[in-house]
């Protein structure tokens, strides 16, 4: 039986700010060396170059890309697949292990986010500043306050989008296009899109991009199990919680070793209560340790009253890092970087393609010959240019006729007429061929093609 809606209920649940309080600490200085390594290489990866190229650039319009000195083609595309398998395996590998780290040290929503509070702090203060800032009236400290960490935010999210386009699109000439108001519609709207992404996600939405926007808090428990390192509170050391003075010993007061102080909550980015157990909004960016070890430090207590454990080892159990899932990730994950290593290592840097002309089967020469022609593709996928031989495999009768001579210069490809010809008595009907594509500075760059000579039936 359908239901209808209340007239003062809404479908948009609206939350209070979460105003994460900064904290300095073992796991504190982790993130920020994540941010600071994984934002240095974001923006300076597509400045430098690499063997003549940019050191990572995708040119969809050349059907190239470049990755650290290898040059990659669309017939490569097998490579981007086994790349990102190895992606997901990993993600697998390392959620099974240590739960949700990623989330809390490399996702680029943890990370941008990061860096737009960091900003915000820098520009408005502490979370108590930042609070009382909120709450005044508008006056002309808020308003330059306000428009500066706006106009601070917005020139990060262009200078994002821009390096985010940088990596489609060489990113000098981007930027000379830029300055000369001549890029085109593509390049402006990616980069107008993903600076818009950045300032959303990072600036405006933040924790609610991980609480309900992101698919992997979801199916994570999928990857969990009783031995995976989660973030967890010791209820059984830490309750009943209450304050109290540092000279009251706690277990005369009927008191655990939690004082009831907060702060896990005021520092955590996603605004829960770790004390409350494991939640899917928990990103494990251990910042409520942090200042937890620091509360117990201050009163003499012992560390770890929150702390990255395991379901067994708070149950009393034995964890058992080694598991079975494990060995199955790692013996997945080896096997494919190991394939694709020596797939990458051992491919051959050309590609042939030898088709047949459809205009005419076969031609019949004055000198009792047959020809027959194609057109021949050769992509010369080396940083060097190269000049190539082409003969018939195990076939003396044919003899081939190609114009114009076949070389390349780096990266080039080469579209040329290839005339087969051989005695009309040869063979009958269609004779397969096996043509040899080799240079001739580096014969071990070699290829052969099959494909069919055709002759009279009679």
Same mark, same amino acid.
């Given at each position: ?250 277990? +005369?007061?009927?008191?655990?070793? /939690? %004082?009831? !102080?907060?702060? =896990?909550?005021? *520092? &955590?980015?996603?605004?829960? @209560?770790?004390? +409350?157990?494991?939640?899917?909004? /928990? %990103?494990? !960016?251990?910042? =409520?340790?942090? *200042? &937890?070890?620091?509360?117990? @430090? ?161």
């Amino acid at each position: 039986m359908s239901q209808t809606r209340g007239a003062g209920e809404s479908l948009y649940r609206k939350e209070a700010k979460v105003y994460p309080r900064d904290v300095k600490g073992t796991f504190a200085s982790l993130r920020k060396l994540a941010m600071v390594v994984l934002l240095g290489l974001y923006y300076i990866v597509p400045w430098i170059n690499w063997a003549g190229h940019q050191s990572v650039l995708f040119d969809l319009p050349a059907r190239k890309f470049y990755i650290l000195g290898l040059t990659f083609w669309p017939q490569d595309f097998i490579f981007l697949t086994l790349m990102l398998i190895i992606a997901g395996l990993s993600l697998f590998f390392v959620t099974a292990v240590w739960g949700r780290l990623w989330c809390g040290y490399a996702c680029p929503q943890t990370v941008w986010t990061e860096a737009f509070m960091w900003l915000e702090r820098l520009i408005e203060g502490d979370r108590n500043k930042r609070m009382k800032l909120d709450a005044s009236p508008w006056n002309r400290n808020k308003i330059l306050r306000k428009s500066a960490k706006q106009f601070v935010w917005i020139g990060f999210a262009l200078w994002t989008g821009f390096t985010f386009v940088g990596f489609f699109t060489p990113i000098r000439e981007l930027g000379h296009s830029i300055i000369s108001f001549q890029t085109g519609p593509w390049e402006t709207f990616w980069l107008l899109f993903y600076s818009f992404a950045t300032y959303g996600n990072a600036g405006i939405l933040r924790e609610q991009v991980c609480k309900y926007m992101c698919p992997y808090a979801r199916f994570q428990s999928a990857m969990f199990d009783r031995d995976t390192l989660v973030i967890a509170y010791d209820e059984a050391r830490g309750e009943p919680r209450g304050g109290r003075r540092k000279s009251v010993v706690p277990s +005369e007061q009927g008191l655990g070793d /939690c %004082i009831s !102080c907060t702060l =896990c909550v005021q *520092v &955590c980015p996603t605004g829960i @209560d770790i004390r +409350e157990g494991l939640q899917i909004e /928990c %990103i494990a !960016c251990a910042a =409520c340790i942090d *200042v &937890c070890d620091q509360v117990m @430090d201050k009163m003499g207590y012992e560390n770890g009253l929150i702390s990255y454990t395991t379901e067994h080892r708070i149950s009393g159990q034995e964890t058992h890092v080694l598991r079975p899932r494990i060995f199955v990730y790692s013996f997945l994950l080896l096997a494919l970087v190991a394939g694709v290593i020596w797939s990458v290592n051992d491919r051959i840097l050309l590609r042939a393609d030898l088709l047949r002309d459809r205009n005419a089967l076969y031609r019949e020469l004055p000198d009792n010959r047959i020809e027959n022609v194609y057109t021949l593709k050769l992509i010369n996928m080396d940083f060097k240019p190269h000049q190539y031989r082409i003969e018939v495999v195990d076939n003396d009768d044919m003899v081939l006729f190609i114009s114009p001579e076949p070389t390349l210069k780096p990266e080039e490809v080469g579209n040329f007429i290839l005339r087969m010809q051989a005695p009309a008595s040869a063979g009958r009907g269609s004779v397969k061929v096996d043509v040899k594509f080799s240079t001739i500075e580096e014969p071990v760059i070699e290829r052969t093609v099959s494909t069919r000579f055709l002759m009279p039936y009679e």
